[in-house]
């Protein structure tokens, strides 16, 4: 009888796993921000683009991150689809509340 394999949520990636998942080369993706940091921070992060007018573009994605510790991790979205602006807005509001959060919070 064949027994089922490790859990993803219960136990960690084999080694191999990992490699073919997260390659050690450095990422094309550069940030100003520091994850490692305490606190609220927003910037960008810079994603290499070149087209026929400029071959040294990129195109800058938001990010707010407030960090308060080791704990759970939430990664919110908006605006995948392109044509639809409620996910940003709703986004926005919420990051025009976070400082308020953060200064407040326990």
């Known amino acids: ?10 136990a ?7 490699e073919t ?3 050690s080369t450095a990422s094309l993706i550069s940030t100003d921000i520091d994850y490692d940091r305490e606190g ?3 910037g960008t992060l810079r994603v ?7 071959a040294y573009g990129h195109i800058p994605i ?3 991150v ?4 080791d ?3 939430v990664l919110l979205t908006g605006g995948n689809h392109g044509d639809e602006y409620e996910g940003p807005v709703a986004l926005m509001k919420l990051i025009r509340h976070l400082p308020h959060t953060a200064s407040t919070a326990a």
């Open 48 to 54: 290499l683009y070149s087209h026929d007018r400029s």
């Open 12 to 18: 960690p990636f084999p080694h191999s796993c990992l």
């Open 1 to 10: 009888m064949n027994e089922p394999g490790p859990s993803l949520t219960t």
């Open 62 to 64: 938001p990010v707010v």
């Open 40 to 42: 609220l921070q927003t």
């Open 21 to 23: 998942l997260m390659p």
């Open 71 to 73: 704990g759970p991790t």
């Open 66 to 69: 407030l960090k308060r510790g």
